[in-house]
């Protein structure tokens, strides 16, 4: 019986796969540059948030250290 299967050589295969890929991405940078939409966000005003100051398992953990270590109690 004849086997129906079409042979495909690998490099066939591999540059249609990558030629998708290029397709694919061309696709989204059209896409993109038709939305006319700006890469670069505006700025939102608000200040970061100041720094968390000592945890009380931060404290601990000095009080601790200094305990073993001999430093004076304060």
């Known amino acids: 019986m004849h086997d129906p299967r079409i042979e495909i050589p690998p490099w066939a295969r591999s540059m249609g ?10 696709g989204l940078v059209i896409g993109w540059r038709r939305s006319e939409m700006s890469t670069v966000l505006p700025p939102t005003g608000g200040r970061p948030p100041p720094a968390p100051g000592p945890t009380n398992s931060d404290r601990l953990v000095d009080a601790l250290i200094n305990r073993i270590g001999g430093a004076p109690k304060p």
Not at 17 to 26: D, H, Q, S
Request: charged share 0%.
């Open 17 to 26: 796969i990558f030629g998708g890929l290029i397709m694919m991405a061309l």
